[in-house]
């Protein structure tokens, strides 16, 4: 192994039983610096980024010597769950299946391991923070590291492309049908920086609503003089603009006042409206 592609991750532990924490449970003294994910935005360029299924289990970070949480806990892990892991830090989710989250809490977070209940975890491995290349440099990192070891309970998630937005909502209706909780994407030739940022975006499921559209916002740029966003009221009284994924033939004959819509969205924001709606089709006639 080329140890000029890699940085070391030094760590110490404490024993905390006071501040809030449970008595036995081990902590790092200082958290893991990882990569937090942003929301999903059309203005990406998906062509740039690699796409995953998003895994509904706890997020692990092995520091080249301990299995942790993102807050730092440590993971009582048996021994031969984690002899093999590499010597650079990588982390990935503990997962036991989709809508197994309880099984892998009730599991993982044991200050005792239980042995047989450990046999059902898998470490998904997605990201290699001790490798110093581009994302997809670590991702073939990582894929050699899981063909060299060839363990049940390691495992590297696979990542793919995709060639439009449209591509990647068809996947995500696709994997979520079937019970996955959504997609992260993953910025190809990024280097690996902590923090909340571009690198890494989630993206939760795309739900279907229904609309009527009350008025519009008249475009600007290259819209002027077409239809920049319909104003659309829910069931509720609620209002908003869809301002995306109309064709340039929908802006410039956009749906009549009085029509319903259907467009898609990807769950909540803070103030109850649909996050990232985009305009999907005209509802057909009842």
Same mark, same amino acid.
């Given at each position: *192994?080329?140890?000029?592609?890699?940085?070391?991750?030094?760590? #110490?532990?404490? *024993?905390?039983?006071? &501040?809030?924490?449970?008595?036995?449970?081990?902590?790092? &003294?200082?958290?893991?610096?990882?990569?937090?994910?942003?929301?999903? &935005?059309?203005?990406?360029?998906?062509?740039?980024?690699?796409? /995953?299924?998003?895994?509904?289990?706890?997020? @692990?970070?092995?520091?080249?010597?301990?299995?942790?949480?993102?807050?730092?806990?440590?993971?009582?892990?048996?021994?031969?769950?984690?002899?093999?892991?590499?010597?650079?830090?990588?982390?990935?989710?503990?997962?036991?299946?989709?809508?197994?989250?309880?099984?892998?809490?009730?599991?993982?977070?044991?200050?005792?391991?239980?042995?047989?209940?450990?046999?059902?975890?898998?470490?998904?491995?997605?990201?290699?923070?001790?490798?110093?290349?581009?994302?997809?440099?670590?991702?073939?990192?990582?894929?050699?590291?899981?063909? /060299?070891? @060839?363990?049940?309970?390691?495992?590297?998630?696979?990542?793919?492309?995709?060639?439009?937005?449209?591509?990647?909502?068809?996947?995500?209706? #696709?994997?979520?049908?079937?019970?996955?909780?959504?997609?992260?994407?993953?910025?190809?030739?990024?280097?690996?920086?902590?923090?909340?940022?571009?690198?890494?975006?989630?993206?939760?499921?795309?739900?279907? *609503?229904?609309?009527?559209?009350?008025?519009?916002?008249?475009?600007?740029?290259?819209?002027?003089?077409? *239809?920049?966003?319909?104003?659309?009221?829910?069931?509720?009284?609620?209002?908003?603009?869809?301002?995306?994924?109309? #064709?340039?033939?929908?802006?410039?004959?956009?749906?009549?006042?009085?029509?319903?819509?259907?467009?898609?969205?990807?769950?909540?924001?803070?103030?109850?409206?649909?996050?990232?709606?985009?305009?999907?089709?005209?509802?057909?006639?009842?």
């Amino acid at each position: *192994m080329n140890r000029a592609n890699y940085w070391p991750y030094i760590i #110490s532990i404490s *024993m905390l039983s006071t &501040d809030g924490f449970a008595e036995g449970v081990a902590y790092l &003294d200082t958290k893991p610096s990882v990569v937090n994910a942003i929301n999903y &935005d059309q203005s990406l360029n998906i062509n740039e980024y690699y796409v /995953s299924e998003k895994l509904d289990g706890i997020r @692990a970070i092995w520091t080249g010597e301990q299995l942790v949480t993102r807050s730092g806990r440590v993971i009582n892990a048996p021994d031969w769950f984690t002899h093999s892991l590499p010597a650079i830090m990588v982390e990935g989710e503990l997962w036991a299946g989709r809508q197994q989250f309880s099984k892998v809490q009730n599991t993982v977070l044991d200050l005792k391991p239980d042995n047989e209940a450990w046999q059902e975890i898998r470490f998904k491995l997605f990201d290699a923070p001790g490798h110093l290349g581009t994302f997809e440099q670590r991702y073939e990192f990582l894929k050699r590291y899981c063909e /060299s070891v @060839a363990l049940r309970h390691v495992q590297c998630v696979e990542q793919r492309t995709v060639l439009s937005h449209k591509e990647l909502d068809d996947y995500l209706e #696709s994997i979520t049908a079937n019970k996955a909780e959504g997609l992260m994407l993953k910025l190809k030739h990024e280097v690996y920086h902590p923090g909340r940022n571009h690198s890494l975006v989630k993206v939760k499921t795309v739900q279907d *609503m229904e609309g009527l559209v009350v008025g519009y916002k008249e475009g600007k740029g290259k819209y002027q003089g077409k *239809m920049g966003a319909l104003l659309i009221e829910l069931s509720d009284g609620a209002r908003f603009y869809v301002g995306s994924g109309f #064709s340039d033939i929908e802006r410039t004959n956009p749906p009549k006042i009085g029509t319903m819509i259907t467009f898609k969205h990807n769950g909540w924001t803070v103030n109850g409206l649909p996050r990232f709606a985009r305009f999907f089709r005209i509802r057909d006639p009842e």
